[in-house]
Every structure is written in structure tokens, then in C-alpha cells.
């Protein structure tokens, strides 16, 4: 591969909520998801400030569909595909 083509592919970014998205997803209640992944959240590098407002805000979910959504478009919006 030639050093142009080598700059142009695109690097894939993976977030570390990855690893815990299907435990929240076979998750069987919402206090079960939470507490997976305000777990998962506070044991990682995740920038301190971007951590605090995920764990404010999955604190605040009162249902297994808002915190399974909220815990799939964090993953994707540090992947670059999320939307604002």
C-alpha cells in the first residue's frame, strides 16, 4: 500500500461502551441496566467531564429503552456517528 493510500484509509474508532452494550441490552430492568453501566462508565478513562455528564444523566433514566438508547448513541457518537 502506498504511502497516500496508507493516509487515506480511514481509521476505525471503537468505544469502550462496546464492551457493555450487550449486557445492557440482556439487562431484565432498568435499575440492572443503570447500575451496569454507571459501573462500566465510572471505571474507565472516559474524560472526566464527558463521564460526569453520562452518569448524571443515566441516573436520571426511568426506563430500560431510554437508558439502552442513551448508552448506544453515547458508543456512537464517540465513534463519530452519533448525531447532536
Excluded: C, P, W
Excluded at 502506498?2 to 484509509?9: D, E, F
Amino acid at each position: 500500500m502506498t504511502l497516500k493510500k496508507q493516509s487515506m484509509a480511514k481509521k476505525e474508532i471503537k468505544s469502550v461502551l462496546n464492551g457493555i452494550i450487550t449486557d445492557i441490552y440482556s439487562a431484565r430492568t432498568v435499575d440492572e441496566a443503570k447500575e451496569l453501566f454507571i459501573k462500566f462508565v465510572d471505571a474507565t478513562n472516559i474524560k472526566e467531564t464527558d463521564k460526569q455528564k453520562m452518569l448524571e444523566e443515566a441516573s436520571k433514566m426511568t426506563s430500560l429503552r431510554k437508558i439502552q438508547m442513551y448508552a448506544t448513541n453515547a458508543m456512537f457518537k464517540y465513534e463519530g456517528l452519533g448525531i447532536n
